[in-house]
């Protein structure tokens, strides 16, 4: 089936502790994208990718990498959790480009608590 | 700052009508999204609209007026599956997307 895996699906770890959120995508999209939702504020955008080889910081980038080694795959890192970095993560990819709609396809979601 | 506001929740009956409003204030516009989100499940996308207007699709249609920094979902026919978080999302000038922190929809039978 088409679309975008994310694993783990929740994880609960200890601040100070690194972590990788892991994300593929099997539709061939050029655009991907790391996303954090907490309660009562909109998605926020913490990395993006284009393409392949290339990456950019979004909103909320502090405390987290990326990587964008080929078209699939698009790990994020917290280096060294904290607290505040609790909350569900989604990955996200399209088809990028300015035309048109540019739908984005969301993975299901990593749901990360820091204690 | 860029900011999207809709209605935090709203509560409608099975078989009824329910217009969900967004207001935004944006660097540049570059389209409007909607999109449907489950309890515990991702976002998937519902419209589009770029043009000033009604977009019809199926039970669903959404609405734009880019004048007054306006967008409603209207949902016809409401089934008690509706019953989730509606999310606005603008595109700005940078095609970046800016997202409201969505509607919760409670249907009652």
């Known amino acids: 089936i088409a679309g975008i895996t994310q694993a783990p699906t929740s994880q609960i770890l200890a601040a100070g502790r690194r972590m990788t959120l892991r994300c593929t995508q099997d539709?061939?999209?050029?655009?991907m994208y790391w996303y954090r939702q907490d309660l009562g504020l909109g998605l926020r955008l913490i990395h993006y990718s284009n393409t392949a080889g290339t990456t950019g910081k979004g909103e909320v980038p502090d405390g987290y990498s990326v990587s964008r080694a080929n078209t699939d795959d698009f790990p994020l890192t917290l280096a060294s959790a904290v607290p505040s970095q609790t909350s569900v993560y989604f990955c996200?990819?399209?088809?990028?480009?300015?035309?048109?709609?540019?739908?984005?396809?969301f993975g299901a979601g990593s749901r990360l608590t820091v204690l | 700052g860029q900011n999207i506001d809709q209605p935090t929740e709203m509560t409608a009956t099975e078989g009824a009508i329910v217009q969900i409003n967004c207001t935004y204030q944006?660097?540049?516009?570059?389209?409007l999204f909607w999109y449907q989100q489950h309890a515990g499940e991702a976002p998937t996308f519902l419209s589009y609209n770029v043009l000033d207007g009604l977009e019809e699709k199926g039970r669903f249609s959404s609405f734009l007026s880019r004048s007054k920094g306006y967008s409603y979902l209207l949902l016809k026919e409401l089934q008690m599956k509706d019953s989730a978080s509606y999310l606005c999302?603008?595109?700005?000038?940078?095609?970046?997307?800016?997202w409201g922190a969505g509607t919760k929809l409670i249907i009652k039978p």
């Open positions: 539709m061939r999209h050029n655009a």
């Open positions: 999302a603008v595109r700005d000038s940078n095609y970046q997307l800016i």
């Open positions: 996200a990819s399209s088809d990028s480009g300015h035309s048109g709609a540019n739908v984005l396809t």
């Open positions: 944006t660097s540049g516009f570059n389209g």
